[in-house]
């Protein structure tokens, strides 16, 4: 059996069997493979163990299942913990927060809910009912927010982007320039100016959102320009090298070259420790971006992409421990797969 095939067929065990007493020995077992063998290849292909991996899910379910009305102790227990407190302990750890935040908020909504139910259909209430809906909205993004990284609604505008971006930079306290971030806006603007995504959207929205998760990351300004200007080559032959280097540095039209041909390095067996840091972060948040919004192109391309994400998009954030970044390519490509 190809080794993709067995890969896919390890991670729909896993899925499957998460709320069972899952070891690497059944694990392996499953797969055919020797359970030495079957761990150093499932390491060298995803960057973590498999017991790494599937606690990464179990956990990423357990917020789930928490969000959705579940109790804590309960999900403690479908996932393999003996106590309520060793599942806060390893939630804790892996998240940096108690589960306890995601259970107050999942009881907010309740609350909310209830409320909104009861209310009467005349203008004062009206309004209430509109802050209700409103406060739940920003209850459930409060726990994906703590548990991924920043996700602006789709179909915001360019211009709400560029002020969520900016005010980033400056809660991060990221040493940037304000012009800088305005020149390289104006020049993803013009440069991708009547092209549009899948969704509808204005292009240069997926350089926005790009340089939001950058800027979410920490990454410095150099980082987060190149996040804005990442495809500005690729989707215009007429622009050349030497405009960016005029236009910003030389260093960053460098780095939007090496993204623009990563594929084709990658593919040539270019190592990832041999490339610039800076290029694999937006290419990791480029990659996020795409399968946030991967439900607007076809079924054979999201899958394909799903694939892909696995297979090249999760080791590679695994290596650098990028922890909220890895767990959602991996949430999302299985859902797609």
């Known amino acids: 059996m190809e080794q993709d095939s067995i890969k896919m067929l390890c991670f729909e065990y896993i899925e499957k069997h998460l709320k069972e007493d899952l070891t690497i020995e059944n694990i392996a077992n499953a797969m055919g493979y020797s359970t030495c063998h079957f761990a150093r290849m499932f390491k060298d292909c995803m960057g973590i163990s498999t017991m790494e991996y599937v606690k990464e899910r179990r956990l990423i379910k357990a917020s789930w299942d928490i969000m959705n009305g579940s109790r804590i102790l309960d999900v403690a227990l479908d996932y393999g913990y003996s106590t309520h407190s060793a599942f806060t302990k390893a939630f804790r750890k892996h998240y940096g927060f108690s589960p306890t935040l995601i259970k107050a908020f999942q009881i907010q909504n309740s609350y909310i809910n209830s409320t909104y139910e009861e209310l009467d259909s005349n203008e004062s209430n009206s309004d209430m009912t ?73 292009y240069v929205t997926h350089s926005l959102n790009v340089a939001i998760l950058l800027a979410e990351m920490e990454a410095d300004e150099e980082t987060i320009l190149v996040g804005l200007l990442h495809d500005v080559l690729e989707m215009n032959s007429n622009i050349e090298l030497s405009t960016i280097e005029n236009d910003f540095t030389e260093s960053i039209a460098r780095l939007v070259k090496q993204i623009t041909l990563f594929n084709e390095s990658y593919s040539r067996g270019c190592k990832i420790e041999d490339m610039n840091e800076k290029v694999i972060m937006v290419k990791l948040a ?34 650098y421990e990028n922890l909220k970044l890895k767990s959602e390519l991996d949430d999302l490509a299985l859902k797609y797969l």
């Open 130 to 202: 509109n802050n209700s809906v409103g406060n739940n909205t920003d209850s459930q993004k409060g726990v994906y927010m703590s548990i991924f990284l920043k996700q602006p609604s789709i179909h915001t505008t360019k211009e709400e982007l560029y002020d969520i971006l900016c005010n980033i930079v400056s809660e991060n306290q990221i040493e940037s320039n304000s012009e800088h971030l305005r020149s390289a806006y104006d020049f993803a603007c013009q440069a991708h100016e009547g092209q549009k995504r899948y969704c509808g959207d204005e």
């Open 286 to 319: 480029d990659r996020l971006h795409n399968m946030r919004t991967i439900q607007y192109t076809s079924p054979d391309k999201y899958k394909e992409r799903a694939k892909e994400t696995l297979d090249i998009f999760s080791p590679i954030a695994a290596k």
